[in-house]
């Protein structure tokens, strides 16, 4: 049994529409159809794929949300052992713009030996998002990291 690809990722949140509309605002994900659960939920689709899907978490959750994804952690912020969501983007000019626009606090690193300038950040449930760029776009506008991979001890 071969993995293909990764499919989506839940976050849990006590603010649904919040969470919704910062996934969609700040990085470009695209609410779309959903099945009815009978909880709420939303699902956010990149180039016609659902990644990532929203619901309420918490400690009050409905009984369809317990009985349906049997809830195993009541968190509803941070990542806990999963530590961030990558995504493969373009466009790093205006991606910084659009966090600035949004006044997202980040991070950028660089690593050389894969070619991929970095920026970390933060959605507002605490979960932590990783925009890999291909390299070449930062140079091409002399954008620089905060921290370069090869310039950590060995």
């Known amino acids: 049994m071969p993995l293909r690809r ?6 849990q949140t006590t603010d649904l529409p919040g969470t919704v509309r910062w996934w969609h605002e700040v990085l470009g994900l695209e609410p779309g159809p959903h099945p009815e659960f009978g909880f709420p939920v939303a699902w956010l689709y990149c180039e016609g794929e659902d990644v990532l899907h929203i619901t309420e978490g918490g400690a009050g959750v409905s009984a369809n949300r317990q009985a349906y994804l049997a809830q195993t952690s009541q968190a509803a912020r941070g990542t806990g052992v999963l ?27 660089r690593v050389d030996a894969q070619g991929l300038f970095q920026l970390f950040l933060f959605d507002p449930n605490g979960v932590k998002v990783e925009l890999n760029f291909d390299g070449r776009e930062a140079d091409a506008h002399g954008i620089v990291p905060q921290l370069m991979a090869s310039d950590l001890p060995r």
């Open 6 to 11: 990764l499919q989506h990722i839940l976050i």
């Open 83 to 109: 530590d961030h969501i990558a995504f493969h983007t373009d466009d790093l000019p205006g991606t910084l713009a659009r966090l600035a626009q949004h006044g997202v606090a980040f991070t950028s690193r």
